[in-house]
Nanobody
């Protein structure tokens, strides 16, 4: 059974930082794209960041470029999202996602095979 478990969400003030983690089990992730989506209240789920299977390609939505950094540790089967300079508009439920094999980071935008259950990030003004 494939499981994706997110952690690290919480309440933070504007300008603060959080680090999200997503630990996977039930499949080999070293060849898969990994990443994060988010869904704010009343809005559709959107792509936030992705990382390719080799870890050498990354992609970000424009609104988080320069503030968020995605990374992966295949030995720990974990993907991370370091979020700095947080803004109230970053408030959302953040979902971990696994994509296809041998793919680039941007491919996660159109192909997600597994989802986590999400972790809530709230940024207060």
């Amino acid at each position: 059974q494939v499981q994706l478990v997110e952690s690290g969400g919480g309440l933070v003030q504007t300008g603060g930082s959080l680090r999200l983690s997503c630990t996977t089990s039930g499949l080999a992730i070293s060849i898969l794209t990994m990443g994060w989506f988010r869904q704010a209240p009343g809005k559709e789920r959107e792509f936030v960041a992705g990382i390719g299977w080799r870890g050498d390609s990354t992609d970000y939505t424009d609104s988080v470029k320069g503030r968020f950094t995605i990374s992966r540790d295949n030995a720990k089967k974990t993907v991370y999202l370091q979020m700095n300079s947080l803004k109230p508009e970053d408030t959302a439920v953040y979902y971990c996602a696994l994509g296809g094999g041998f793919a680039q980071a941007r491919d996660l935008k159109t192909r997600v095979n597994y989802w986590g259950k999400g972790t809530l990030v709230t940024v207060s003004s």
